[in-house]
């Protein structure tokens, strides 16, 4: 099912301003989005306004052609996983599954059918008469899962379902959601404050700050094309490199002057209307050219090194005291307390305003 949010705003009673301003959104049936950002920027108001257990101020929710806003949560054909997935601990893993559709008196056959072919789908099966206490954290997510699953819902709403798991568990779990996801084709909407969970599960992904959205669209373009510093400086570990300067004869110069850079054709014509005012650049660790000299080229003392295995994380000062992270690969060999050359891929900066923080380029 299609969820369309129009102008979506939240003020929760006694609060002076807006929780959330100003969504739109458009989730495509069967997507698989992510609603990201830091603690505190609204992603669980927003999400519960989608489940209805949470006022809208205003704007329009809509599910496929239907205004929602007025519809009662159990009327909205969805299903929703917490963060703490509070199973019944008397009940079987079996009747667990089975409670909400008892509830709505649902015939017996359909019931268990369903529930088999959840524990099918999630692995559990042989757990099936277990009671909570007697499986896995793991296990127990899954069966909070399946007590979504087997609801068949239009849409499945997930508000950091995998938080409570130790870090091994959540990158399965994590595979799994997607498996999961792409065998059901259910719209899901998932909340997570874990950017490498948006990036590695979602087909959409929204971030959002202090209730605003900063940028919507697939993992790929948050990466690419962050679409001002504060994305750039949320997406991606480590954290993006960035400079501020100044654009001086189509020139990049950083406000110390340890870095003098001439971009790409390309990015000049970008920087055109930039000229003698204040910009940032961003570049990713792995951008960097190692050892290699060029009109671009700076130096930068080795400070730390942390060996990742496939890749080398190289912690540099540079001349004028400014910190830059560069990637190389594992097998590079480097020592610290040695100043090297690099420079930059022309290709890989990101150019954002000054003043405004917006991108440029
Ligand atoms: N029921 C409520 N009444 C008033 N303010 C609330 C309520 N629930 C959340 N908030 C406030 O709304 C903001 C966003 O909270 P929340 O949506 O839980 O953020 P997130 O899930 O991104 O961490 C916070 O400042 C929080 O204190
Ligand atoms: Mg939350």
Same mark, same amino acid.
């Given at each position: 099912?299609?969820?369309?949010? +129009?102008? $979506? #705003? +939240? ?22 989005? *992510? ?14 306004? %989608?489940?209805?257990?949470?006022? %809208?101020?205003?704007?329009?929710? @809509? ?34 599954? *089975? ?8 015939? +017996? ?9 959840? *524990? ?5 099966? &042989? ?44 990158? /399965? ?19 997570? /404050? ?17 209730? %605003? %959205?900063?940028?919507? #669209?697939?993992?790929? &373009? ?11 400086? !949320? ?7 960035? !400079?501020?300067?100044? $654009? &001086? ?33 961003? $570049?990713?660790?792995?951008?960097? @050219?190692? +050892? ?26 540079? &001349?004028? #005291? ?7 690969? #594992? ?31």
């Amino acid at each position: 099912m299609k969820v369309s949010l +129009k102008n $979506i #705003g +939240k003020k929760y009673e006694g609060r002076e301003n807006f929780t959330i301003r100003n969504i739109n959104l458009e989730i495509e049936d069967k997507e698989f989005c *992510a609603i990201l950002g830091p603690s505190g920027c609204g992603k669980s108001t927003l999400l519960r306004m %989608i489940a209805g257990l949470n006022s %809208i101020t205003e704007g329009e929710l @809509i599910f496929g052609d239907k205004l929602m806003n007025k519809v009662a949560p159990k009327d909205r054909d969805i299903a929703m996983v917490f963060q703490s997935y509070a199973l019944y601990p008397h009940l079987t893993v079996y009747d667990n599954m *089975a409670f909400a559709l008892k509830m709505k008196k649902e015939r +017996k056959e359909v019931i268990h059918q369903r529930v088999l072919e959840a *524990a099918e789908v999630l692995q559990i099966t &042989e757990y099936l008469y277990s009671k909570p206490s007697d499986i896995s954290g793991g296990q127990r997510q899954r069966v909070a899962l399946g007590r979504a699953m087997v609801r068949k819902p239009g849409v499945f709403l997930m508000d950091e379902p995998l938080s409570n798991l130790d870090a091994k568990l959540r990158e /399965h779990m994590r595979v799994e959601l997607v498996r999961l996801h792409k065998q059901l084709g259910t719209t899901s909407i998932y909340v997570t /404050h874990d950017q490498t969970e948006a990036m590695t599960m979602a087909d959409k992904i929204v971030l959002l700050d202090k209730g %605003i %959205i900063q940028q919507f #669209g697939k993992p790929e &373009e948050f990466y690419n094309k962050p679409s001002n510093l504060f994305v750039a400086g !949320f997406i991606g570990s480590p954290t993006m490199n960035v !400079f501020n300067g100044v $654009i &001086e004869n189509g020139k990049f110069v950083s406000d110390s002057k340890a870095i003098v850079v001439e971009p790409n054709e390309t990015d000049k014509e970008a920087l055109r209307p930039y000229e003698g005012k204040k910009v940032s650049m961003g $570049i990713r660790a792995e951008r960097f @050219i190692s +050892k290699k000299e060029d009109k671009n080229s700076f130096n930068a003392m080795i400070d730390v090194i942390e060996m990742l295995g496939k890749e080398k994380l190289l912690y540099t000062v540079l &001349e004028d #005291g400014t910190e830059c992270t560069m990637s190389v690969p #594992g097998h590079y060999e480097y020592d610290t307390d040695q100043a090297h050359n690099f420079t930059f891929d022309l290709d890989a900066l990101h150019f954002f305003d000054g003043e405004t923080t917006k991108r440029i380029n």
